[in-house]
């Protein structure tokens, strides 16, 4: 096993607009499971390829256990990569599959056979080994991929959104299978997904990326409560977290926040040392839904009260989602099931501030 590291990473693809990464420092420890988040063409995959040598590097420098592989070939750098099209070889069995590359390799045959045992057993797909992939259903076909790339053994895993041909409930199931498997061969492991809640239930640590830079890295609760940009904040987090304009006001006691329209909300306590050197600035308050609430929560420190009317409310079994305006903004909240809203009807609700952020318009980055 082993730690992988990246240095200055840039890829210019030729003849392309520009650079699709463009300058990337990660460094990830042995064991660690890393995922890249971030929308469509931020240069999740760009960087992955890179790590696994299918793309060149332009520039900098990616080590894998100590040894710079930029000149490495991928068959020397011994990882095992799961891709979204899992391309299983359709003349042959699960197990033969399975056993492929230990066979291009030359190991024992005796090697091979218990290797593929124990990676099916791992896996739960021992009753699938003598089939061919076309009698497996979707989600067996991605146990069988990731039993290829276990049974290598390899120093790093690389997955490429290896769940995104799955239905939404398979792949809830096959998160849970893959962080189960990581917990038994803690294999390092780099992960890219689009979707941010794979991201943040499955990685050690998150790395947002966006338009071919690193935005934050971290732990998934700490990206989650401390966002340092706009962007980091609106992608992690669904519904994602609300932006509203407004201007800091006063001074001590008095920090306030004044909405557009007019609405005025006191600055908690425990936040005012932070945010007094704003106050007169334009700023986005940044909260998110859960910290909305309903007329039961009014009164305790740092909770705000307003009255709004909610245009449309959706109950989830567990939670409903509020979507109301609040001085001229789309906004939703996460309320409890039974609460009392009802379209059209204004409604008592609080803002819970304690765990408002507060935005620099101009820049994105948080206050
Ligand atoms: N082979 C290629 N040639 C030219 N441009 C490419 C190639 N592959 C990807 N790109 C561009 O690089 C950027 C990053 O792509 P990619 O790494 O695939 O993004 P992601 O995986 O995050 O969706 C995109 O703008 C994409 O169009
Ligand atoms: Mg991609």
Redesign the pocket.
Known sequence: MAEVVLRGVV?E??????Q??KGIDLEIADHEFVV?V????????????MIAGL?EISEGEISIGGRVVNDVAPRDRDIAMVFQNYALYPHMSVRENMAFSLSLRKRPKAEIAARVEEAARMLDITPLLDRKPRALSGGQRQRVAMGRAVVRDPQVFLF??PLSNLDAKLRVQMRTEIKRVHQLVPTTTVY?T?DQVEAMTLADRVVV?NE?RIEQVGPPQELYHHPRTRFVAGFIGSPGMNFLPARLEGADEALRLRLADGTALPVPEVLRARHAPQAGREVVLGLRPEHFGDAREAGRPGVAAFTATPAVTEPMGAETLVHFALAGVAACARLAPDTSAQPGTPLPMTADLNHMHLLDPASGLVL
Do not use: F, I
């Open positions: 890829k693809y030729e003849g392309g607009g520009g699709a990464v890249l971030g929308p469509s063409g931020c240069g999740k995959s760009t960087t992955l390829r793309e490429d959104e890219v689009h990326m071919g």
